[in-house]
């Protein structure tokens, strides 16, 4: 079948949506950590397969060992755009005055983005790559008063909460979206988590992918999720961040090494990097009009 017929046109921005020969599958692993170079990735290619690191490019595990990250590359990993600082909500306990999210411009998060990406592309020499929110948070600025002093008050996982965002009750929101800047600057991005079960066949925002989180869960869950997508056709992404620990979230490495053999020899499933998976999904048209 052609690729024509495969795909349909579905806005002015013009992508064409292709359904992949198999069900894909992406393995994605957050925050640039010493195990994903000296565990995940040996574990991956010893697989045959390879992955998506999302860089944070200040990280000490990224800035100290950018020779390594660059061989990573050159190996066939993609190195995706974390940010610069990844910055976060204040009310996180590891987040500083300075990478505070409520304190962030559209402007700061376009130039931190564009920095990121030019560090990048002087490790791995490519002009192209996916981008992860951090956190899975596409906003920045801060809440009104009324969640402010919910979240004072620790009420914030509460049905007030709900409440507030239900009737559209945080007055003084500051709250912007910087989904658009990633648009501008990415083929593709991965934003917020999702159970397996609710995957959609197709995703319906190529920057809004959600992975499902696979921190902490067991092979049987693992094989279970990848079944589960396998058996509807959807595109599994896969999100990780320590792998035998380097991570307050973690995935046991012999779990990672046994998920990774599944996988390999899965004839039902293709494991492809983020970006090339979301580039499998919607081939891009280029529309100088």
């Known amino acids: 079948m052609s690729q024509a017929a495969w795909g349909r046109c579905v806005s002015k921005a013009a992508v064409t949506l292709e359904s992949p020969v198999r069900p894909l599958v992406s393995l994605t692993f957050d925050d640039a950590l010493d195990v994903h170079l000296d565990t995940a990735m040996p574990i991956l290619e010893h697989a045959g397969l390879r992955g998506t690191f999302y860089v944070n490019v200040a990280s000490e595990g990224f800035s100290k060992r950018h ?10 990993h993609e190195l995706g755009n974390h940010t610069v600082f990844h910055p976060g909500v204040s009310t996180k306990s590891w987040v500083t005055e300075g990478i505070a999210l409520e304190a962030y411009t559209l402007d700061r998060m376009h130039r931190e983005l564009v920095l990121a990406n030019q560090v990048l592309t002087m490790v791995d020499g490519l002009s192209e790559r996916s981008f992860a929110f951090p956190c899975s948070n596409p906003c920045l600025g801060h809440h009104g008063w009324p969640r402010r002093l919910l979240t004072r008050l620790k009420l914030d996982r509460t049905r007030l909460m709900g409440f507030i965002d239900q009737h559209d009750l945080d007055f003084g929101s500051r709250l912007i979206d910087y989904t658009p800047l990633v648009r501008e600057l990415f083929p593709a991005a991965r934003c917020g988590g999702i159970n397996v079960q609710d995957l959609p066949v197709f995703p319906t925002d190529r920057y809004r992918v959600r992975g499902v989180e696979g921190d902490g869960l067991s092979l049987p869950e693992l094989l279970n999720a990848v079944d589960s997508a396998a058996a509807r056709g959807a595109w599994l992404v896969l999100v990780f961040h320590g792998v035998g620990g380097g991570h307050h979230m973690s995935i046991a490495s012999d779990t990672l090494t046994n998920l990774c ?12 990097t983020f970006l090339d998976a979301a580039q499998r999904q919607w081939p891009r048209v280029r529309n100088d009009a």
């Not at 020779?67 to 066939?76: E, N």
């Open 67 to 76: 020779r390594d990250w660059s061989q990573a590359a050159a190996r066939g």
């Open 261 to 272: 053999k599944r996988l390999a020899t899965d004839a039902r499933v293709e494991v492809l």
